[in-house]
């Protein structure tokens, strides 16, 4: 079976510092992964999707970027953290097109990151 | 471009009572439908999918939708709700050849005894 690893679980990172959140998926090969931002109370942002190593679409401007160096690790990392960038980081993966696929989206843990 | 409505933002309902969630899409082509449900400070769990077929699917924790083509409408339900499904529940919509999925905005549901 396919399970999805996020970490670190929580983080309190000061204004200004990096980021780097990481992702994992076992169980399967060539997935589709995504990146989302939930805000306090709000809905889901999708920040980033990758079809494979090294493609990334980004759907979002902003001081984030992610990289996916191999088939089932996803990161998203930031040069220097704004207060904005606080909230509830979800990675999510999807089986790749024509093998059944129908798109569904499995979810992490989550990553709960607050900027102070 | 696909779109999802979920016109109640925070729903109330006693424990063992009936619940219905709306979800209305907007998609040219027959859309893949889903409901998902999110337990605070948790990740989104896949409760249901629709694809094609019968119209009324059922999912897990005992939850079904309805899938209405004439009204663009995926509305979950729960013939009877206990104090777990407290929880926000999110409507999305995605379609074949596009890896993204459009989510609605949720739905909070409480639980009182």
């Known amino acids: 079976s396919q399970t999805i690893h996020q970490w670190p679980a929580t983080l309190v990172q000061p204004v200004g510092s990096p980021l780097s959140l990481e992702c994992t998926v076992e169980g399967t090969s060539n997935p589709n992964l995504y990146w989302y931002r939930q805000a306090a109370g709000r809905g889901l942002q999708l920040l980033f999707y990758?079809?494979?190593?090294?493609?990334i679409s980004s759907e979002v401007p902003q001081n984030l970027s992610a990289s996916r160096p191999q088939d089932r690790q996803f990161i998203l990392s930031s040069k220097k953290l704004l207060l904005s960038d606080s909230g509830f980081y979800l990675c999510?993966?999807?089986?790749?097109?024509?093998?059944?696929?129908?798109?569904?989206?499995?979810f992490g843990p989550g990553t709960r990151l607050t900027v102070l | 471009a696909q779109s999802v409505t979920q016109p109640d933002i925070h729903i109330t309902v006693s424990e063992g009572a009936s619940l219905e969630l709306r979800c209305n899409y907007s998609?040219?082509?027959?859309?893949?439908l889903f409901w998902y449900v999110q337990s605070p400070g948790q990740g989104l769990q896949l409760l249901l999918k629709?694809?094609?077929?019968?119209?009324l699917v059922q999912g897990i924790k005992g939850f079904e939708a309805e899938f209405k083509r004439s009204q663009s409408s995926f509305n979950l339900r729960k013939p009877s709700v206990h104090w777990s499904d407290a929880a926000e529940y999110f409507c999305?919509?995605?379609?074949?050849?596009?890896?993204?999925?459009?989510f609605g905005t949720g739905t909070r549901l409480t639980i009182i005894p």
């Open positions: 990758s079809v494979g190593i090294g493609q």
């Open positions: 629709y694809f094609s077929g019968d119209t």
């Open positions: 999305a919509v995605g379609a074949f050849g596009n890896e993204k999925l459009t």
């Open positions: 998609y040219g082509a027959t859309p893949y």
């Open positions: 999510a993966w999807s089986p790749p097109q024509g093998k059944g696929s129908y798109n569904e989206q499995f």
